[in-house]
């Protein structure tokens, strides 16, 4: 008879070599009467704490101004941070548009602190098209939304980095005149574990050349004729071209992906809008019909079927295949119980069959 020590290792998964994660809309509504709480962050961060204890690696949450949706993500990550230890904690994606490099640059690195080094942060612009409606509360942008993103993406990883930004007068408190100073406090780390958000090929060479991850999501600008994942493909090699031309390796590509694994027939009732959107998408793309903001684009498949579908569909991804890290996008505007239990089949029935475990 075999012993356990002689038999063979368990073949590794089709994507073994990827993180495993999941982006969140988490909300802040459902505030007490009190005005003290919100049942929303509540069930946030119970499904942060939920991920962990499965086993999954990374959790992001969603970045959103005006909407019921996160708008101030930071404190809630460091809370998240204190109800797990392993879990990789960041977001997809803070939109640079809205942010001052220098106090952004304290509060990652703050959080970065609390968290105990476990942040990973998605930053990008945002959709430009839409930006008139923030201009009240955020100001207007009269250089154009481009090129401030661009700006404020410099100088926080500059800030990140450890640049000097100023030097102390005879006035300044706590330090001597003539003292450098920077951006406090300073994570060495933390600048290699910022990522763009970026859908172009031009976007993802402009991440490679900074030395900064790729993040990419569930659509993708191209033109037509070609699928979703060929068009993926081609920016993640562009980005690790870039990366490597100069001088920072592989660099890191995260890549997220809507799926809708069934646990049991009423699975499909909870996902049956989401399952005629995609339908809807995907025939709009075949009709070269399918864009934002006038912008062609193509939409990931959005699987609905059982952990084994899902799984094997995943698997012939070669975009995924080129990839670090694989990202379950959790729908929007549905109950806490079906948001957790599509994390749940994820993680207890899709992910072990990409594993391999």
Known sequence: MTSPADSPAPAAGPLAHLGMGFLAFVDHTGIDAAGGRSHGLDDGLDLFARAESMGLDNGYVRHRHLQDYLSSPLPFLAVAGQRTSTLTLGTALIPLRFENAGRLAEDLATTDLLVGGRLRIGVGSGYAKQDHVNERAFGPVPEGVRPRVDAVLHDLLDFVGGEQVSTADEYFETEAEGTPLRIRPQVASLRSRIAYGAGSVASAERAGKLGIGLQVSTLQPGEAGRSFEELQLAVIEAYRAASRAAGHGEGHVSASRQMLPVADPADLEAFADLIERDRSRQQAMREGGAGIGGMAVAFGRVVADSPEAVAAFLAED??????????????????????????????????????GA
């Open 318 to 355: 070669p975009a995924l295949a080129a990839a670090d890290e694989l990202v379950l996008a959790l729908p929007f505007g549905h109950p806490y119980p079906v948001v957790r239990k599509i994390l749940t089949t994820w993680a207890e029935q899709v992910v072990p069959l990409l594993r």
